[in-house]
């Protein structure tokens, strides 16, 4: 099976390179570029990862994504969806105020800084995949 | 996001059928929009969607916390007026709501008439904070969150760049496609030029607000100084297809202030004047004298400024972001260093606009008096 990600970002280099780069990897990828139509495209792609940017538009509409996933009836299957919040800005979640849905929805290893470590990051990636299906 | 002169909503928060029911008859009849939820999640969606005067929430209820929904709703919006409904036991709980921001509560049983006064009372005390703290709030928030917005403005750009470079350096190794780096490599320069104007930009706000203009005053010809502008914007404007025209009047069009900032001040309003034109449009710099003072106008035929995002205009970091609107980079500091600069120097800056057909952004500055005149008003050393 081919993993699928939804990038979740309104910069669109970074979408463009971290699409190429997965896509060399081997998984599928879908983009979307404010926090209103990753959330359409969520249901229309169902993606087995997101990759969220945190500070679009509005300085937390990242979390709206969340929100939604985690409370929406129409986003029942995607609660357990793993996530994975990207920013620019260098700040670990408990600096600032969490929020619940964040909180429960993301797990710590899950906070990345661009630009993203490589290496790192494809690991990440794949035992969320993992970890995603096991528990399909 | 604008506050209209419609009703004020209301949002009612509570598990309670019963207590739903009668709250919304108790606020309709107010003459209020009423809207009733059972539960925080629920409430919490209607709140950031309706941005209510008000909410009354249940402390006690399944699912979210009324304690949660009172943090929450404050994170949405800090002007929503919060009470919560406790139980008799509940009073310490009442406290904990009160610190995490509510406004007030109603202990259970209670009457119409204390909800109702609780409700008028909020909905008063909204209004006043609205009125008499509207800019204090909204600037006191936006130097909260100045910081972070100015190292994520800094930061974007060059994590784009950086990954496009990593990116670019693995695929490599894969045998990359000399196509797709030629294109890489052109994003990689348009958002170093971007992180370079934003830079430039800084560069220039910490100049005018490190009171440059106060100490280098000199002797700055308008005439000139537009025109040098507009030649090197020649080329810009040709490939966008927008004509530039100038009419400038004779005499004297000297102002005193440090040159650059002017140079700034007249190059982002002619940028601004070529960039959110249409095709075809032009640009028309004209000039004239009134009361001591000179008077300059950029007008353009472009895409105009709807008037609700007019007191925003000068605003740092603001951009027009509507669908309707031409897509186009920048900072959003370009307008705000204009009018610091303007103010600077003793003059004024105004627009007007009408949307789909102009704008005409008019500059007023102190025509330049010989140091003699000045003496008298204490120098100007
Ligand atoms: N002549 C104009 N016509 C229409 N809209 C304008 C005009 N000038 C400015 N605006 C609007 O006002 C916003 C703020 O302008 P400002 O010059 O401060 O920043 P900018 O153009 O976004 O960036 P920069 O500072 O890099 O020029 C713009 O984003 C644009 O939406």
Redesign the pocket.
Known sequence: MCAKVLLIDDDRDFRTSVKSLLESSGYQVAEADSGHAGLLKVLEYKPHVIVLDIMMESSTEGYGVTYALKYLDEYAEFRGIPVFMVSSIKESPDERFPMSAEVEMIRPDRYLTKPLDIPRFLQLLEKAVASGVATD | MSESAAPEAVVVIDDDYAMRLSCAKIVSKMGLRVEVFEDGARGLEAVAALKPGLVVVDLKMPGISGLEVVSRVHEIDPQIIMVVITGYATIDTAVEAMKSGAYDFLPKPFSPDELRLIVNRGLERRRLALESQRGEVERALLKRTFVTFVSHQLRSPLAAIHQYLDVLQRLDEAGDSPARRREWIGRCLKRTEELQ?LIA?WLTLARVEGGALLKERVEVDLKSTIVNILENYRAMAAAEDVALEVSLPEGETRVRGDRTCVSVLFD?LI???I??NRRGGKVTVSGGFCDGEIVIAVG?T????PEKYRPF?FDEF???KDSG?KRTE???????ISKRIVSEMGGSIEVESQAGIG?TFRVRLPAWREPADDAEMGGWE
Do not use: E
Not at chain 2, 302 to 305: C, D, L, M, P, S
């Open positions: 104007s930009d982002n940028t601004n004047a960039k959110y353009d472009g895409v105009g400024i205009l603001f951009r027009i609107v920048g900072t959003g500091l370009g307008l705000h704008s």
